[in-house]
Structure formats: structure tokens, C-alpha cells
């Protein structure tokens, strides 16, 4: 019941007055989730739950259903073309996100995403898309309050320093690594409890990717963090619990869930040690 | 081994062997088809924009010329009288006013209803209705113009109001732009990128604020386009208002309000090019007020492009 007040009440304003509270972060947990485009089952049967100040991480080869996964999460499935349909419970302190009477885009503010491909609002400047989420939503604030919650966000998105000069600039004038930490910066500005994180480093180089890496390592003490990746090594590096799905076999699932360390050192699956060591995916 | 590799590239290109004549002589035939074939897509290109330049020039030189032309055919003096005056005063003012009143009209109608489908169409548009909305938009997109008068004289002008009038010319206008402003925009809001809209669905922002403050304005110029080129197509429409409007060559009243009312018959530049052109060649002033005419509709419709133009300026944050 704490939750739906939770969901029900929150504002993005409220919420970045609360910024400076401590830590934050809240778990969450899936139960036999389905996951449908039209008649086609995309995932299956999926259970797991995520620690809060945790990252998880999401593994496997492609198409085998992380991103439709990940996206489940935050019901971002239903605005993807192929009448999405979700079937099954994930829950924030035990209240239901597809429950009755919830509404998508409140649960979208409490659990924000941050994409593959960095995609900054073109027509807005920097400062303006950090606080987009706020404008956008109708929330009024002062000017000062903007810059100091502008300068927080880009702080804690390790970005301040190198655009602190140049806020009322494009956002599309930075380097892609740049705009996708600023996108970052834009989904923590409206305060959420978890970030999803959709392979946000496969169209990124190698040092910007460390960067985001260094920031997820600095952003799991706010947040709890779901993290898609293709890259094995960095679900080793930046998680701590992993999850390893297949769809060689039907729809996708989840072959095995449990502590990254484990994961990757002695798996239970034989499939889930094929895959880590290299011999398939 | 570079060496060789280079050695062996030039080998590949020389024509040796028994065939060798064969291809040479291949090679040559190519050479000069390919030269006749560039030379007549050329000429094309060149009949096409040359025509259009001898028309435009044509059209600026008769039409400049209209200016210095007084109500009796005598010349004189640039006429200042001729963009306000009616026609016995030496003018057609009444019609540069009439085409501004039933292209703003039908605009006013236009833009509304075409830009709210064309959203309809992009962003909610599924399955059976929007497709019939998108195929009765481009049916409506090639009709032609004289059906849209003809049904808007039986319904309007004969059978509700009973009398010509600007709005039902302005109507007519809108039925032909209305179609085009919405699958313009249609295809401009598809073009915005999908991940612009989930960026801020992500942020926990309603689908409709979504549409009005991040994928509109990124589509604003291409909006703009769309309607400007609707306003250059409707505002040269000559059928539909020769059986709406009337074309009187009179003002309506002696005070601007009551010649804006749009409730009775008015004038227009098409059809005062029309129905000018028409008079035998002694008449000088009627055959060059029809030049002044075409030469004051292709400004106008200039002057909005370049509006159009002035107002996207720059309104990309650098």
C-alpha cells in the first residue's frame, strides 16, 4: 500500500528536493512474466528479483529477450510496435506495476531508462535536457533551483566538468559518450528509484564506455540499476547479479539467475558455461 | 610483393588476347552512347527549368509593365492606384483582398483539421481506419479541383447559404488543403526518430506531451513546408472559386471591416485572371491587369515561403 502511495504521489519535484537524502533505491521483483508481441511469446516465464542498491545484469545472445525484458520493467513494452502485451508481476515494494488502476507513466517516472543509442532531445540545450523530465511534466521550478538541480545531475552523471561552460549549448553538440551520460543525467534529474539501463555502451568507444562503467559503479549507492549488455566482460565488471536468458529453445527465459561472482566462476547450467566461456552466442 | 601486387592490376586492366579488337570496339560504342544519353538527359533538364525561367520572366516583364497602366488603357506614372483601387478606378484591388480573405479562410480551416490528422495518422493511426483515413487523403490529394467547386456550390452556395460568399470559396480551398497538410505531416512526424519519443516516454511524460513538446517542434520546419505549400497550391485554385465566390470586382462596403466579410460574393486573383484575359486585345487595361494579377499571386505566395523560411530560422539551440 506504501508503494502505490509511492507511484500515486511522487513528483519529479518533490522528488529532486528529496535528492540529497542519503540512500535511496528500491528492489523489485518479477513473477512468471510473459512477454508478447501480438500471439508471438517473446519472453517466458521469467522470476527473479533485484536487490535494491544492486546492479543486475542481463545477459545472452541476441534475440533472446533481454531488451523485451528490460523493458517489461518499466512497461516501455506496450509503446513498441506489434501490439505488446505483458502477462505476469513485477512489483516495487510489493505493489504491482501492471496492477489495475496504475497509471504507465507514473510508474515511468519512478523507474526511468536510459537507451542503446544516446538520444538527447535535438532541439533542447544542455541544461534543458537534464531538466526535461521536470518541464515536461508540467513541474514548476525556479530558476535557481533548475541550475543547482542541472549542476547535481551532471555531477552525479560525471559530466559537470565538461560541460559546465557550455550548458545553454545543443545537446547533440557532444560526443556520443558525452550524450549518453547526459542522457543518464536526464533520467536521474527526475529522481527514480531504479534506472534501466539498455545497453548503453554498444555504441559507445572503449574509454567512454569505461566512464559509464565508473558511473554505474558511483550511481548503485542511489539506485538500483538493471544493466543490458552484450558484453560479458563488462556484466562481470559492473554487476552483481547476473542473469543469463536463452531463446534457442522456444520463447525466451531465464536459464539461470544468481550472484555475478557465482555466475561467472562456477555456473550450475551447463548452457550458461558454454555461453561465458565462448563456445556459443 | 607490393610491386607485384601493381604489376598484376595493370595486367588485369589491358585488353589482351584474340578478343582484344572485340572489346576495344565495345568500349568506344559505350564511350559515345554514354556521351548521347548524358547529353539528352541534359537537355531535358534544360527544357524543363528553361521554361519555367521564359514563363517567370515573361510574367515579371507584362506584369511589371500592368503597373504604369491607368483605367482608360493610357500609360503613365507607376500606378499606386492599381494594388487598391477596383478596376474603374484602374486597380484590382477587390481581388488581391478577396484572395487574401478566402485563402486565409480556407487556411484558417485547413491547418486545424490537417496538421490534428496528420498526428492521427502517425502517432495513433492502427489498422483499418487509418488506412482508410490515409487512402481517402491522397484519393482527395488528386482530385480534381472543379469537383471540390462543384460539391461545395450544390451544398453551400445553392442549397445553405443560398448566395455566393468568400467562405464557401475559403471551404473549397480548405478541402484541397487539408489532405495535403496532413499526409505532409504524416510523413515529416515519421521521420522524427522513435527513440526521441521513448526518450521521453522514459521520463515518465504523457504520450500527448510527448507529441506537443518533443515531436512536433522537432518537425516544426517540415510542418511549415508542408503548409506553405498547401497555401501555394490552393491560393492559384481558379475552378472551385469561379463557382463559389462569384469574383465581383467590387469591394464589399466602404469601410475595411465591412469589406472582410466574408458572407458575401468576393473577388479573387484567379478568377480576375480569368475573366481578364478573356477581354479582346483593345482593351488595355483588362489584358494587363491580368498580368498584374499573376505577377501580384506568384509574390504572394513568394512572400509566404520566405515567411515560412524567416520563421524556422535558427531555431535549432546551436
Not at chain 1, 566512464?211 to 558484453?231: D, M
Not at chain 1, 556484466?235 to 555466475?263: C, K, N, W
Not at chain 2, 496528420?118 to 479541383?145: H, K
Not at chain 2, 511524460?205 to 497550391?233: D, H, N
Request: proline fraction near 5%.
Amino acid at each position: 500500500m506504501q508503494a502505490q502511495e509511492e507511484i500515486n504521489t511522487t513528483t519529479p519535484v518533490a522528488g529532486a528536493v528529496l535528492a540529497e537524502s542519503a540512500v535511496k533505491g528500491k528492489g523489485m521483483s518479477v513473477r512468471n512474466l510473459n512477454a508478447y508481441y501480438g500471439n508471438y511469446l517473446a519472453v517466458k516465464g521469467v522470476n527473479m528479483d533485484m536487490e535494491p542498491n544492486k546492479v543486475t545484469a542481463l545477459i545472452g545472445p541476441s534475440g533472446c529477450g533481454k531488451s523485451t525484458l528490460i523493458r517489461t520493467l518499466n512497461r516501455m513494452h506496450e509503446v513498441t510496435p506489434g501490439s505488446p502485451r505483458v502477462e505476469g508481476e513485477v512489483s516495487i515494494d510489493g505493489q504491482n506495476i501492471y496492477a489495475a488502476g496504475i497509471d504507465p507513466v507514473r510508474v515511468r517516472r519512478l523507474i526511468g531508462m536510459v537507451f542503446q543509442k544516446p538520444n538527447p532531445f535535438p532541439t533542447m540545450s544542455i541544461s534543458e535536457n537534464v531538466l526535461a523530465g521536470i518541464k515536461l511534466n508540467g513541474g514548476r521550478i525556479g530558476r535557481k533551483e533548475g541550475l543547482e538541480i542541472v549542476e547535481q545531475s551532471l555531477r552525479q552523471a560525471a559530466l559537470w566538468d565538461e560541460v559546465k561552460d557550455r550548458l545553454s549549448r545543443s545537446g547533440a553538440s557532444l560526443s556520443g559518450g558525452q550524450q549518453q551520460r547526459l542522457c543518464i543525467a536526464r533520467t536521474i534529474a527526475v529522481q527514480p528509484e531504479i534506472v534501466l539501463m539498455d545497453e548503453p555502451c554498444s555504441a559507445l568507444d572503449p574509454i567512454a564506455t569505461l566512464k559509464i562503467e565508473n558511473l554505474i559503479e558511483e550511481l548503485k549507492s542511489q539506485y538500483t540499476i538493471v544493466i543490458v549488455t552484450h558484453n560479458m566482460q563488462q556484466a562481470s565488471r559492473v554487476s552483481d547479479y547476473t542473469a543469463f536468458m536463452l531463446a534457442t529453445d522456444g520463447p525466451g527465459h531465464l536459464i539461470e539467475f544468481g550472484p555475478t561472482s557465482q555466475i561467472f566462476t562456477k555456473p550450475t547450467e551447463k548452457r550458461t558455461e558454454d555461453y561465458i566461456t565462448g563456445r556459443f552466442g | 610483393m607490393e610491386s607485384q601486387n601493381t604489376l598484376r592490376r595493370t595486367n588485369a586492366l589491358e585488353v589482351t588476347g584474340k578478343n582484344s579488337a572485340i572489346e576495344r570496339a565495345r568500349f568506344a560504342t559505350r564511350r559515345v552512347v554514354n556521351l548521347i544519353m548524358a547529353g539528352l538527359v541534359g537537355l531535358a533538364a534544360l527544357l524543363a527549368v528553361g521554361l519555367l525561367l521564359v514563363i517567370l520572366y515573361y510574367v515579371v516583364q507584362r506584369g511589371f509593365e500592368s503597373f504604369f497602366v491607368r483605367a482608360d488603357g493610357t500609360t503613365g506614372p507607376f500606378n499606386f492606384n492599381f494594388f487598391t483601387a477596383t478596376p474603374s478606378e484602374g486597380g484590382i484591388g477587390p481581388a488581391i483582398l478577396g484572395t487574401l480573405i478566402v485563402v486565409g479562410l480556407g487556411a484558417l480551416i485547413a491547418i486545424p483539421v490537417g496538421v490534428l490528422a496528420g498526428v492521427y495518422l502517425s502517432e495513433y493511426g492502427r489498422g483499418r481506419f487509418a488506412f482508410a483515413v490515409r487512402f481517402i487523403a491522397d484519393m482527395l490529394t488528386g482530385l480534381p479541383s472543379i469537383i471540390v467547386g462543384v460539391f461545395v456550390a450544390t451544398l453551400l452556395v445553392r442549397n445553405t447559404f443560398g448566395h455566393y460568399s468568400g467562405l464557401a470559396g475559403g471551404i473549397a480551398l480548405a478541402i484541397i488543403m487539408a489532405p495535403i497538410i496532413a499526409r505532409t505531416v504524416e510523413e515529416v512526424l515519421k521521420l522524427v526518430p522513435n527513440a526521441l519519443r521513448e526518450a521521453s516516454l522514459a521520463l515518465g511524460v504523457p504520450q500527448w506531451k510527448t507529441i506537443v513538446k518533443v515531436v512536433l517542434p522537432s518537425a516544426i520546419s517540415g510542418i511549415i513546408t508542408g503548409v506553405v505549400l498547401s497555401i501555394a497550391r490552393a491560393a492559384g485554385e481558379t475552378a472551385p472559386l469561379l463557382l463559389t465566390i462569384l469574383g465581383i470586382e467590387n469591394y464589399n462596403g466602404n469601410n475595411f471591416i465591412g469589406r472582410l466579410n466574408p458572407m458575401v460574393p468576393v473577388g479573387s486573383l484567379p478568377t480576375t485572371i480569368y475573366t481578364n484575359a478573356g477581354y479582346p486585345p483593345n482593351e488595355v487595361f483588362r489584358i494587363s491587369s491580368a498580368w498584374g494579377a499573376s505577377l501580384i499571386l506568384i509574390t504572394i505566395i513568394l512572400i509566404f515561403s520566405l515567411l515560412a523560411r524567416w520563421a524556422t530560422r535558427g531555431k535549432k539551440v546551436r
